[in-house]
């Protein structure tokens, strides 16, 4: 079955900022309307308030100088409210001619020191004419206390239709202004990334030195762009190393492949003349070469992956001891390796390195190759050695390397046109393994001034130190 595509996965981007900026600003919208309408009815209930108020104290300054009777005087504002005399005993003794013969309107009063408390009442006088406001005030008289009621019916919230037409006509006009001109200026900024866009479509592995457009204003486009040229730079770098790798491959899997088909071809012309065991030794030579190369071939595509490896603590010291052991040695070692160097890591690929690093000396060593095993005081300003270092020091006798070659001898296939030549047998993959291992145990493998030969120097945090978590990938 097909992926599901949502109808709004099928608008564009500014389409979708419009519709979402349009749909915000119309809840605002709505939600200021709301806000002003129910302003107004508080507005209009505060007016109300204040009139019925003003009626209640007209008629408690006449009640306050004995200027009423049965029946109460008409407002000279034509502003008249129902209002009702009570006196304390409860009787109504003066009122408006609409609640004459009435009994009193409300059976609140103040609360003693205020002289004054309104009310909503729905029953009563008014049960059939909905719920009134009843203000209540007392007037002190003839010994007692008398309370004046003053009503006013409660207003529904009423809104005038040309301001609900205008509020509606508003709202969609701001709406549909602020989506335009959202989609507009989202279209305007997005134009430096169709041109982005536009360019990596034209972009394809055969033509990666070209480069997007870089804006000239400051922003997240800007910094994409520029995070884009980086990556092409970085890619092209890769295929660059790619395209040499499998160059060099071929060239050294070449080597061995002809050696063989050469012997076996001079073998089965001349059966009678070949040696079967010469050919063999010649031909397994060649094989072992060969298999040298998948193996180191095989060991740098698991380095490159990250491939998941065992870390332990291991001595150093010990650890080269042991390999110094497994090996027949075709020059003089001297040895000289401290004890109690402890580290964390693989015990085979950092064995691996080791046995790389006495095949690299002992191939272009004159006579002897010195090992040295030691910690040293960790360098300012390095967080892999916080702990204290760790340190494999291989110096040989031998032609030495060039200050500014000492870089070149841990590219992959790499061998220099001195005495470490092609004709030494090394495939130019020991150091760039080696040094790649040690990288992978936060550590370094440096060449260092010497005063004889070349002096290789390993790095590896001493084990206990905070940063020997494995890295990502391992």
């Not at 205008?166 to 549909?176: F, K, P, V």
């Not at 479509?201 to 884009?228: C, F, M, T, Y």
């Not at 992959?412 to 760039?432: E, I, V």
Request: hydrophobic share 40%.
């Amino acid at each position: 079955m097909g992926d599901h595509v949502g109808f709004g996965d099928q608008w564009s981007i500014r389409s979708r900022i419009a519709l979402f900026t349009g749909t915000v600003v119309a809840l605002l919208c709505v939600g200021f309307s709301i806000v002003l309408v129910w302003a107004l009815h508080m507005t209009a209930d505060d007016s109300l308030m204040r009139e019925v108020t003003a009626a209640n104290g007209r008629v408690a300054y006449l009640v306050d100088h004995g200027e009423t009777g049965s029946a109460l005087p008409a407002d000279p504002f034509g502003r008249d409210r129902p209002t009702q005399v009570v006196d304390p005993q409860g009787r109504v003794r003066a009122a408006t001619p609409d609640m004459a013969g009435k009994p009193a309107m409300a059976s609140f009063r103040p609360r003693p020191p205020q002289r004054r408390a309104s009310r909503e009442v729905c029953d009563g006088v008014f049960a059939a004419h909905g719920c009134h406001i009843v203000v209540a005030q007392q007037v002190y008289r003839d010994g007692g206390d008398w309370t004046i009621y003053s009503a006013a019916p409660v207003q529904a919230i009423r809104v005038p239709t040309p301001l609900l037409a205008g509020l509606a006509a508003g709202s969609a006009l701001i709406t549909a202004a602020v989506a335009y001109g959202t989609r507009r200026s989202v279209k305007r900024a997005l134009i430096p990334v169709r041109a982005i866009r536009a360019e990596l479509d034209e972009i394809n592995a055969s033509d990666l030195g070209r480069r997007v457009p870089v804006p000239e204003a400051k922003g997240e486009i800007h910094d994409l762009a520029q995070s884009v040229n980086y990556t092409l730079d970085r890619l092209e770098e890769t295929l660059e190393q790619q395209r040499r790798f499998t160059s060099d491959a071929s060239h050294e899997l070449r080597s061995p492949i002809t050696a063989i088909r050469a012997q076996v071809e001079d073998a089965l012309l001349a059966p009678q003349e070949s040696d079967l065991r010469e050919v063999g030794q010649a031909v397994l030579k060649s094989l072992e070469r060969l298999q040298a190369i998948a193996a180191d071939l095989l060991t740098l595509a698991r380095l490159d992956v990250g491939a998941p490896c065992e870390r332990e603590p291991l001595d150093l010291g010990r650890l080269v001891a042991t390999q110094l052991d497994t090996r027949r040695a075709v020059r003089k070692v001297v040895p000289r390796l401290a004890s109690g160097v402890v580290v964390r890591g693989d015990r085979i690929r950092l064995g691996r390195l080791v046995t790389n690093l006495l095949d690299n000396a002992e191939r272009h060593a004159a006579s002897t190759v010195r090992l040295e095993v030691r910690r040293e005081v960790p360098p300012d300003g390095d967080p892999r050695f916080r702990s204290g270092v760790a340190v494999l020091e291989v110096l040989d006798d031998g032609a030495g390397i060039a200050r500014n070659q000492r870089e070149l001898v841990f590219q992959r296939f790499t061998r220099l046109d001195t005495a470490r030549s092609r004709n030494a047998g090394g495939a130019g993959l020991g150091l760039p393994i080696a040094r790649q291992i040690a990288e992978s145990h936060g550590g370094s493998l440096t060449i260092t001034d010497s005063p004889r030969g070349a002096c290789f120097l390993l790095r590896l945090p001493l084990s206990g130190s905070p940063d020997l978590a494995d890295p990502p990938g391992t």
